[in-house]
């Protein structure tokens, strides 16, 4: 089994894509999306083959989307969150999807969800436990007396906070603790950062799945895509057409 898709038990608002794939060794030549550079700063190989079997995975999921990802590159924010982009010099600027890349276990997890949105994927292990004492570390108030009481519901609370937090293209960058998930099925509505969110958690397997998607996203422009803009904008300016005027005098 190569990779396969996730479907979310209620359906999007949007277009979304989500899968996952074994974590693997991988030869770096094989995986046209990785980084270079950061597979070079990886110390364990566990955490190479996390990467490298991330990016194989977002190539086969843009291959579903309907993209070449030869044509693609992963870029990142200054938060570090993964954008898309179009190689330099092929000169296009046709949107692409948002996506969100994890790792949990054995497991590497990819999800698209269409230009103008943000998306989230995080999942872990169902058997995977969290000591009490790290608790404070991702709940506060009522929230923390909740889980504190509900300690089995650690795991479900962690993936769904991870899932927002990418979601919102900041990962760590914003406090857990400032992430207040209500309790409940379906599809949850949650505001965070002064942005309104989706959430939706489910069990699939040996894991559990959290995916939160949100409007708007962080769109990393190029010189190209200026230009692009540029030109399109002077063309639908432009008064296009073709005319002659022809006088015929008697003879």
């Not at 770096?28 to 996390?50: I, N």
């Not at 989230?120 to 108030?141: Q, T, Y």
Request: glycine share 8%; charged share 20%; proline share 6%.
């Amino acid at each position: 089994m190569p990779f396969e898709e996730l479907f979310p038990p209620h359906e999007l608002p949007v277009r979304c894509l989500c899968f996952r794939c074994p974590v693997v060794p991988r030869e770096l030549g094989q995986v046209a999306l990785a980084s270079v550079d950061e597979v070079a700063t990886f110390a364990v190989d566990k955490r190479r083959d996390e990467h490298l079997s991330g990016r194989w995975l977002l190539a086969q999921a843009l291959v579903q989307w309907g993209l070449d990802p030869s044509q693609i590159e992963v870029r990142r924010t200054e938060l570090r969150a993964p954008v898309l982009g179009y190689l330099p010099g092929l000169w296009v600027n046709t949107p692409l999807p948002s996506i969100s890349i994890g790792h949990a276990g054995a497991w590497a997890y990819v999800a698209l969800v269409e230009s103008g949105w943000s998306i989230g994927i995080d999942a872990e292990p169902a058997a995977r436990g969290i000591a009490s004492n790290a608790f404070d570390m991702m709940a506060k108030g009522e929230e923390l007396l909740w889980l504190q009481k509900n300690p089995e519901q650690a795991i479900h609370l962690w993936t769904a906070k991870e899932s927002v937090q990418k979601a919102m293209q900041m990962g760590m960058h914003l406090n857990p603790r400032k992430i207040e998930i209500p309790i409940g099925v379906g599809i949850l509505n949650i505001s965070i950062e002064n942005s309104k969110m989706q959430l939706q958690s489910w069990s699939f397997s040996d894991a559990k799945i959290a995916l939160a998607w949100r409007r708007g996203s962080v769109v990393l422009r190029t010189p190209e895509d200026d230009l692009l803009d540029a030109t399109q904008k002077a063309m639908s300016e432009q008064e296009w057409g073709v005319g002659c005027k022809t006088s015929l005098g008697k003879v």
